[in-house]
């Protein structure tokens, strides 16, 4: 659930499904015209969460990854192996804030990373109240009353990014499609 609200929260799509004015992924990639996919195939062993392709005028469309992570099972090795596997286009990682002792591994590899934060919350389906985390976690019991396995998730609230430091710039490739072959 975390994943798919965060994905939502970095576009903010408008009513014509185009990334909105306000979308912090406007400041992820500094671009004034995007186009966005999600769940796309980028290579045989990968599947970028969201693709997103610069549009110019004058130039050619320009792609780049957005890999988004949560905290459920946030194992950063396991994550740079799947950016690195088949790295065809530039990759930002957003991780969450609580994981940001991790982000060197990917600064050093020429990722920039973003964290992510949010106040994420659960209903009690035996009170109704309303029990919230920073962690998308779900708490083993209700904060009000106590009670186990009673807890569902809804909407989180106070999504926000903001960007590491020492982050390295993207690196723009080009990629001969009928060879595959990556030109630096």
């Known amino acids: 659930m975390i994943d798919s609200e965060l994905t939502k929260a970095i576009l ?4 014509n499904l185009q990334i909105g004015k306000d ?15 999600t769940e796309v195939d980028i290579g045989p062993n990968r599947t970028a969460d969201i693709l997103i392709t610069l549009l110019y005028k ?16 946030f194992e950063v090795e396991t994550v740079l192996r799947k950016i690195k596997r088949q790295q065809n286009y530039p990759t930002i990682a957003i991780i969450p804030k609580e994981f ?32 919230t985390s920073s962690s998308s976690l779900t708490p083993p019991r209700c904060s009000h009353c106590k009670k186990q396995g009673f807890l569902k998730w ?9 960007p590491a430091e020492k982050n390295p710039e993207l690196k723009w490739r080009e990629i001969d499609v009928a060879t595959a072959h990556v030109r630096w």
């Open 12 to 15: 903010k799509p408008d009513e």
């Open 23 to 37: 979308a912090p992924i406007r400041n992820m990639v500094k671009a004034p015209n995007l186009d966005w996919e």
């Open 58 to 73: 004058h130039h050619d469309p320009k792609k780049v990854v957005i890999e988004v992570e949560n905290d459920r099972k």
């Open 100 to 131: 940001e002792r991790h982000s060197y591994q990917f600064q050093k590899s020429g990722i920039p990373v973003w964290y992510w934060t949010a106040t994420c919350k659960w209903e009690c389906r035996a009170c109704n109240e309303v029990t």
């Open 154 to 162: 809804i909407e989180p609230d106070n999504i926000d990014f903001r």
